[in-house]
Nanobody, 126 residues
Framework: QVQLVESGGGLVQAGASLKLSCAAS????????LGWFRQAPGKEREFVAA?????????LYADSARGRFTISRDNAKNALYLQINSLKPEDTARYYC??????????????????WGQGTQVTVSS
């Protein structure tokens, strides 16, 4: 079983950048496909991005994340990252790290997640 802990969120102005991190313990991350979800107040949790176990070449993104968000992983450091550029007020949400034993496509298509982190809050002011 893996434990996921996110960090890097905060209160920023529109146009700023943030890099979220997800640190894992209890298991090695290369066992899992990894991803990021977010949940804004009053809305359902939504898929943001995901990567398969050994490569980021085939990273998957939600349409809303394409172009400004970049997901990456460092299996040697047991870590997952999400770089967010040109932040917008509508990016305000709690961002969650997620892991699944299945391919990353299942995370995007079915929101299939076996493990969740507790989340890190991102608030973007206009």
């Amino acid at each position: 079983q893996v434990q996921l802990v996110e960090s890097g969120g905060g209160l920023v102005q529109a146009g700023a950048s943030l890099k979220l991190s997800c640190a894992a313990s209890g298991s090695t991350l290369n066992t899992y496909s990894l991803g990021w979800f977010r949940q804004a107040p009053g809305k359902e949790r939504e898929f943001v991005a995901a990567v398969n176990r050994y490569t980021t070449d085939d990273a998957l993104y939600a349409d809303s994340a394409r172009g400004r968000f970049t997901i990456s992983r460092d299996n040697a450091k047991n870590a997952l990252y999400l770089q967010i550029n040109s932040l917008k007020p509508e990016d305000t949400a709690r961002y969650y790290c997620a892991a699944t034993f299945l391919p990353a496509q299942t995370m995007k298509a079915n929101k299939r997640v076996d493990y969740w982190g507790q989340g890190t809050q991102v608030t973007v002011s206009s």
